[in-house]
């Protein structure tokens, strides 16, 4: 488990684009936390980190944008997927095997379907209106 904290957008998109260095492909980073929390900044840094230069906005109402770049980032938002059929529909799982990094926010509306294996990433507010604590739990390891 790493422990990050934001002050702003900017620090968010920063502690991405430091995490992404790692990422080479078959990754599923799973973002929980409430609305507001940073999690399409984090997804801006990712892509900067995987020296992706797409526009990066949040695909609430598209489900998934895909950006390209190698490795390949999909960028999900779960929000409005409550069933089974809901998530089938979104092609999610076939995402998942291909290759790519997968960035999930609103992970916690298909908890129990992530694969095995995937980076769970909390998203939190701290102190101060604009902090953030970004706990990165490496894959097995528990959520405490």
């Known amino acids: 488990m790493k422990k990050y904290i934001s002050h702003s957008p900017t620090d968010t998109e920063n502690i991405a684009s430091e995490i992404a260095v790692s990422l080479k492909g078959?990754?599923?980073?799973?973002?929980?936390?409430t609305l507001g929390m940073g999690k399409t900044?984090?997804?801006?840094?990712?892509?900067?980190?995987?020296?992706?230069?797409?526009?990066?906005?949040?695909p609430t109402f598209a489900i998934v944008h895909d950006y390209g770049g190698n490795p390949h980032l999909y960028h999900?938002?779960?929000?409005?997927?409550?069933?089974?059929?809901?998530?089938?529909?979104?092609?999610?799982?076939?995402?998942?095997?291909?290759?790519?990094?997968l960035a999930v926010e609103?992970?916690?509306?298909?908890?129990?379907?992530?694969?095995?294996?995937?980076?769970?990433?909390?998203?939190?507010?701290?102190?101060n209106d604009n902090d953030r604590i970004i706990t990165v739990y490496e894959s097995g390891e528990a959520n405490t």
């Open 26 to 33: 078959n990754e599923v980073l799973a973002m929980f936390g």
């Open 41 to 58: 900044a984090f997804v801006r840094g990712l892509a900067r980190g995987l020296g992706n230069t797409s526009e990066i906005s949040s």
């Open 106 to 127: 609103w992970s916690e509306n298909i908890e129990n379907v992530l694969p095995e294996g995937y980076i769970r990433i909390q998203f939190e507010k701290g102190d």
């Open 76 to 101: 999900f938002d779960m929000y409005r997927i409550n069933t089974w059929d809901d998530l089938y529909s979104t092609g999610f799982f076939d995402y998942l095997d291909m290759g790519g990094v």
